[in-house]
């Protein structure tokens, strides 16, 4: 369904955006900045883009924490003390705020690892000035759900890593605490997320974090109708919650959990809360989810955080497209241009902010092509997404094929063209004995094929269990862009010649990981500016 805005939102007083590290949360603003600039989302006073401390992943929840010590920060006067509960409360009740988590370091969607999740260029049937992207379509649905009671304060917590479609006038948010917003799904689909168990009166008995069926069946979370309420990943909070949210974490040992292990919004926060909830199901739950948080830890934690009322509103109608993959962009963006079209388009082919000259031209099913300058005929096989490559003559990938390329510094500081080539369906977070593939073969025999020693490919200090595609060192640096043909041949190693395998074992060669920190943000953006024409060009000197 489409998202429904209505025609007069409410004012924010602050969105803020979420970032993994300094140089995604640059990119970030920069990115937000040209969206202000152009008086395209005037419902917000002002935002800021918040990386995790250090660089270190803090989890949603830790990061959800630094969020709000940086708003009480700056809100708070001279003399304020902050670690009251009441003062931390009379400042936020005063204000609304919109936090969207975007710090993913995109593991299964490495094409976009420059320019992080939430800014996924997207297929649209006419062209905003600024493209269309995940932001573009997902904040103003956030920036456009309710306020909460009068004077209450509201802290909206959203997740910006799938695209979510639903209607926010069918929201209401004016019960005290939290109040999560829940669509019904089947219990295999509700088996990979959160789960919300409802009382009668719209309050929450349990909350589950990816629980198996047998798991639901047991805590009665399927329905009546066979169908459980799954947590779509939007939250509000009023005031009274977020300071009481912050007082559980104020303790040293908790912020040390926060910084040693991460805190998780729904494992460590969320299943903590309902009015069924106990200490056994909190740690069961927290310790089959993973956390790594000290069993002292839980139990102050539990203790401060289970007083919070948790309630859920249920839609009756709420759908997800997810472009969290490399096979994700190619389906979800067929649908989201069925969605936008109310009928399938004429075309297989996602042909997204490319300059298609008049000898250019794409051939193919099930394509997505983006970020390409076309001089030459580019014919795909079928499932194949070609990200930032110009074509300036005739090119043909097999079928699956995936290639992107993208300028960023070496291990020198020199400018250089980083060479992707892999499958579509490749696991970049499977490990090599997990059976991890590599342009559609089994890692370890694309690896034998080459004769390339597992000490070129990783670091002695990599465990086996952490040998993945994400941090094997596979993907070359070249000083030209167009030198990605050299590297075609890795499609089907079989039929690599010895020359080719010897410039492989020779290559400057970088993993997926090293590529996400040495990309230049700004060139990503300012090369889609150029090939489509919209809004963003200041940063286009910076492209090689």
């Known amino acids: 369904m489409n998202t429904i805005l209505p025609e007069s939102p409410s004012l924010w007083d602050c969105l803020i955006v979420t970032a993994a590290n300094d140089r995604q949360a640059a990119a970030y603003e920069a990115q ?73 370091d995109s593991r299964r969607l490495p094409a976009y690892s420059p320019c992080g999740k939430i800014f996924i260029p997207l297929p649209a049937i006419t062209q905003p000035k600024t493209g269309s992207t995940l932001f573009d379509r997902l904040v103003p649905a956030f920036l456009a759900l309710p306020a909460g009671a009068p004077g209450a304060g509201q802290v909206v917590v959203a997740a910006g890593d799938a695209l979510i479609r639903f209607d926010p006038a069918a929201v209401h948010f004016g019960a005290p605490g939290i109040t999560a ?91 903590a809360l309902g009015t069924e909830a106990t200490f056994a199901h909190y740690v069961k739950t927290a310790r089959s989810s993973k956390s790594a948080v000290g069993e002292a830890v839980l139990e102050s934690l539990f203790a401060a955080l289970r007083p919070i009322p948790l309630n859920v509103r249920v839609l009756d109608e709420c759908s997800f497209l997810h472009f969290g993959s490399t096979s994700q962009l190619i389906s979800s963006g ?13 075309t297989t082919i996602l042909d997204i902010d490319n300059d298609v000259q008049a000898n250019g031209s794409i051939a193919g099913q099930e394509v997505w092509v983006e970020g390409c300058r076309l001089r030459a005929p580019l014919v795909l096989r079928g499932r194949n997404v070609v990200v930032g490559v110009d074509v300036l003559d005739p090119l043909e990938l097999p079928p699956g094929a995936c290639l992107d390329v993208s300028s960023g510094l070496d291990r020198k500081g020199d400018k250089v063209c980083f060479i992707r080539c892999c499958g579509v369906d490749d696991t970049f977070k499977r490990s090599l004995a997990e059976g991890a593939t590599f342009c559609g073969e089994p890692l370890a025999e694309w690896l034998r094929a080459v004769g390339v020693p597992l000490s070129s490919i ?71 500016a150029r090939v489509s024409g919209y809004a963003g060009v200041d940063a286009a000197a910076r492209e090689p």
């Open 32 to 104: 937000i900045r040209l969206r202000r600039e152009m008086g395209l989302l005037p419902q917000v006073r002002d935002f800021l883009v918040i990386a995790d401390r250090d660089g270190r992943r803090i989890g949603s929840g830790g990061s959800t924490l630094q969020c709000l010590d940086k708003v009480l920060e700056r809100e708070s006067q001279p003399g304020d003390g902050l670690g009251d509960g009441r003062r931390a409360e009379a400042i936020l009740s005063r204000l609304r705020i919109l936090i969207v988590h975007a710090g993913g």
């Open 181 to 271: 917003l829940g669509a019904p799904a089947s219990p295999q689909e509700a088996a990979r997320h959160g789960v919300l168990c409802p009382n009668r009166d719209g309050s929450v008995r349990l909350y589950l974090q990816k629980p198996d069926v047998p798991t639901q069946t047991a805590t009665g979370a399927i329905g009546p109708d066979g169908r459980s309420v799954l947590d779509i990943g939007i939250m509000s909070l009023d005031a009274a919650a977020a300071a009481r949210l912050l007082q559980a974490f104020w303790t040293p040992p908790a912020r040390a959990a926060i910084l040693s292990h991460g805190i998780d919004l729904y494992r460590e926060i969320c299943c």
């Open 334 to 346: 067929l649908e989201l241009l069925t969605q936008d079209r109310g009928a399938p388009p004429p």
């Open 458 to 528: 990783w670091d002695d200090q990599t465990p086996e269990p952490e040998r993945t595609l994400w941090n094997a060192r596979v993907f070359p640096a070249e000083q030209e862009c167009g030198a990605f043909r050299r590297w075609l041949w890795m499609f089907d190693v079989s039929s690599a010649t010895p020359e080719q395998k010897t410039a492989f074992l020779s290559a400057d060669r970088y993993s997926s990981n090293e590529i996400a920190a040495r990309a230049d943000q700004a060139a990503f953006h300012a090369r889609r």
